[in-house]
């Protein structure tokens, strides 16, 4: 079988985490008809016959479960969804770093590594990274996320403290890149690129040319759900991850990958999650054995706004429940591969007087994603009524979102 990313040999021995984890979905009163009959996977191909978690169930879960680490805390982070509340992920401290530093070590002792994930927020990447930079011995500046006005001093500060390692989701690397590009500021002694969150930007290995000749990428796939999935190195395409032992892929209907944890500590109960990403198992032209993950984008509606996922349909769904708005259409503005706006377009009815500048607020504030992406230039996100959406003229499908390119 090779929909799977590891072979039944090494995977059906430690297949008692999944039926110990469809024993605590069975406990939720919201999950258990649907689970109910299922049989205990004891093979690769009964585990495929389980139904999948889609995001909201994990959730669902997870707030009936409340898992508690066995020691030291339960950390919470924001997991899934991008309106109202955070839902809510739990890992314990050391957020699974240990089994993913035995497979991959972008740093050493000898690093000065800038992790520049943010913190606070609840986001997971900043302390995941911190757990493998403790790991690895290395000096760690814990920058998290910075003003516009800020770079240029980081950026000497940087220069200076010769930083051979910096972290980010790639949205944020670009920020860095192409503002010591602009300013003129390079860093020779920078060798690595860490990033997780959102797939990687090949622009920006224009702008590490220039700044950092050195420098090659290292990247993790994963999320607040599943923790590290896998991991590349600079002699891996950059959607190709291997996975790690714990952590079992699946190849689903419509190229969906789901994901089973198969260690025993895992807080969430990871068992056929799926996370919207759509991917295949392949193999690496690194020649490090076994399989890989190849991942080929994503087949929901969640897309990327700097770093973190906005759930188109939710944010229509919401803005259509206002009286006199007929539809609404999201629209994501690039600009050299960053998002530099979004524009909620309302199709409205004459008849009913829509207070836009109301509704904008009302969504930015509702909507975690967006109050979080713009919490610097909150005018980037905007909502106006239209005389017509846009639609595609070759197929006269008007879309959800759509995502037009700025010059
Ligand atoms: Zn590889």
Known sequence: MTDFSLPAQDAEPRLHVARSNLERLLTVPELAPRYAGAQAP?????LAALPPLMKDDLNVALAHLEPRAEHGATWLFQSGGSTGAPKVGYAPTGFYMAGVAAHWQPLDRTDVFVNAWGAGRMWGAHFLV???ADLSGCQVIALGSVARDEYADWLSFFADREVTAIGGTPSVLR???AHARAAGVTLPALRKVLWLGEAWQPQLEEDMAVVAPGARRWGMFGSTETWVVGTNTPDCPADRFHTLPEQLVHVGEDELLDFTTLDPEMLNPVLRYRTG????????PCGRPGRVMQVLGRRDSVVQV???GLHVDELIERVEREAGVARAQVVITEKQG???GVDVLLLTDPAVDVDTERVRKDLFSA???LSTAFLHDPESFRVRAVGALISNDRTGKTANFVVREES
């Not at 004891?42 to 009964?46: P, S, V, W």
């Not at 990403?277 to 690496?284: K, N, P, S």
Request: aromatic share 10%; glycine share 8%.
């Open 367 to 369: 909507t975690f994603t």
């Open 130 to 132: 911190a757990a493998l």
């Open 277 to 284: 990403d759509a991917g295949r198992i392949t193999d690496c």
């Open 338 to 340: 960053r998002v530099s």
């Open 42 to 46: 004891d093979t690769l191909a009964a």
């Open 175 to 177: 920020l860095w890149f």
């Open 306 to 308: 700097r770093g973190l």
